[in-house]
C-alpha cells in the first residue's frame, strides 16, 4: 500500500518534469520561430532598403545622366608623343573633352591640328562629339596647367602629362573611386612628406619620392602628371592661391603639382586617394630625371608650409584597387 502510493508520488512527479520539459520544448521551438521569422522579416527589408532588389531602377533615380570627365593634357614641343597620347585616350568610353595645355610660343600647326581632329571625329560614338580645345598661352608658366577654364562640360578633370599612358581600365576604374570621394585628388603617382630629424632641424620637411613611399606604404600627395581632381580647384589654383607661391612656381619651373596638392590639402583637410593602375611610361625626359629632384621639392614643400604658416598634407595608407582582380578578399 505504502509502496503504491510512493509509486504513484513518483510517476506523478515523473509526468509533471515531463510535462515542464515538453513545455520548455515547446517555448524554445516558439522562441526560435519567432527569431528566424525577425530574421527573415529584417534581411527582407534590409535588401530593400540597402537596394539589393531593385538595384539599378533607385541607382538611376539618384545619379540621373553620368557625365564622363574631361582630360586636360600638359605638354611641350612633343607632338609625336601628344598624338600617341590622345589616340591612345580618344578609345576610353568616358572621355568627354579634351583640353591641350599650350604654352609654346609658336601655336600649334594645322596638320597637328587636323591630325588631332580626324583622330577625335574617328573615335565619337554613337553622335556624341568629343570635344578638343587647345588652352593657348601667352605666358610659358607651369601655372598654366591649373588655369581656370570656363566653359569646360564635366566636372571631372583628369589631368595628365604627355608622356605616360595608362590604360583605358585603370583610368576608368580611376575615375569611378573619384566619383566617391569628388573633393579628392585621385591618382596613380603618390609622394610622401616628412620631417627630417636628422640635424635637429625639427620643423624641416623632406619630400620622399616613389622608393619612399614604396618603403613606407604611405603617401600625402597625388601627383597631378595623373589624376582626377574636381574642376573647382583649377578656379581656387587661378583665384585664390596665394600670389607668391604662383610666383615661385612661375620663377623656379618646378613644383606647381606641389602647390596643387596644398590647396586641395588645404580646403578638404582629407588625404588624397592612390588608385592601382598600369603605368606606361613613353618619353624620359621628364623634369624629375634631371639631377638635384629631391632637394628642389623639399625646398618648395618647406616654402610653402612657411606660406600657409602650417603643414596641411594628410597622410594615408589607403590604396583602392579593383577588387575584381583580387583573388582572396
Ligand atoms: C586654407 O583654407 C582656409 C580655410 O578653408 C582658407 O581660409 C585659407 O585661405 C586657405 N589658405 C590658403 C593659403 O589658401
Redesign the pocket.
Known amino acids: 500500500m505504502r509502496g503504491n502510493l510512493l509509486g504513484r508520488r513518483t510517476a506523478q512527479r515523473l509526468r509533471q518534469v515531463a510535462i515542464s520539459a515538453v513545455g520548455s520544448v515547446k517555448i524554445r521551438l516558439l522562441l526560435s520561430c519567432c527569431m528566424i521569422f525577425t530574421l527573415l522579416a529584417l534581411a527582407s527589408r534590409t535588401a530593400s532598403f540597402m537596394g539589393w532588389t531593385d538595384r539599378t531602377a533607385s541607382l538611376n533615380r539618384f545619379t540621373g545622366p553620368r557625365k564622363g570627365y574631361t582630360l586636360l593634357i600638359n605638354t611641350w614641343k612633343r607632338n609625336d608623343l601628344l598624338k600617341r597620347s590622345i589616340s591612345h585616350y580618344t578609345s576610353c568610353p568616358k572621355l568627354d573633352s579634351i583640353h591641350i595645355i599650350w604654352s609654346e610660343p609658336d601655336p600649334p600647326s594645322e596638320s597637328l591640328i587636323e591630325f588631332l581632329n580626324h583622330i577625335v571625329q574617328s573615335n565619337s560614338r554613337n553622335g556624341q562629339d568629343i570635344e578638343l580645345k587647345f588652352d593657348i598661352n601667352k605666358e610659358d608658366s607651369l601655372n598654366n596647367r591649373f588655369k581656370e577654364i570656363k566653359d569646360l562640360r564635366t566636372d571631372a578633370v583628369f589631368s595628365i602629362d604627355d608622356d605616360i599612358v595608362f590604360p583605358c581600365s585603370s583610368v576608368e576604374f580611376a575615375f569611378s573611386v573619384w566619383l566617391s570621394a569628388p573633393d579628392a585628388m585621385v591618382g596613380f603617382v603618390p609622394r610622401i612628406h616628412w620631417i627630417d630629424k636628422s640635424n635637429g632641424d625639427a620643423g624641416r620637411y623632406i619630400y620622399g619620392g616613389w622608393w619612399s613611399v614604396w618603403w613606407t606604404g604611405t603617401y600625402s600627395m597625388i601627383l597631378s602628371k595623373a589624376a582626377f581632381f574636381h574642376k573647382k580647384y583649377l578656379s581656387l589654383y587661378t583665384n585664390?592661391?596665394?600670389a607668391s607661391i604662383r610666383e615661385y612656381v612661375t620663377k623656379n619651373r618646378n613644383c606647381e603639382d606641389i602647390a596643387m596638392s596644398f590647396?586641395v590639402a588645404?580646403?578638404t583637410g582629407s588625404p588624397p586617394v592612390w588608385v592601382k593602375g598600369k603605368i606606361f611610361e613613353i618619353g624620359s625626359t621628364g623634369i624629375s630625371s634631371l639631377g638635384g629632384h629631391i632637394e628642389k621639392r623639399s625646398a618648395c614643400v618647406n616654402r610653402f608650409v612657411e606660406?600657409?604658416g602650417r603643414m596641411p598634407l594628410v597622410s594615408t595608407s589607403m590604396k583602392a584597387m579593383d577588387s575584381r582582380s583580387i583573388w582572396f578578399w
Open positions: 585664390d592661391l596665394p590647396l588645404n580646403a606660406h600657409y
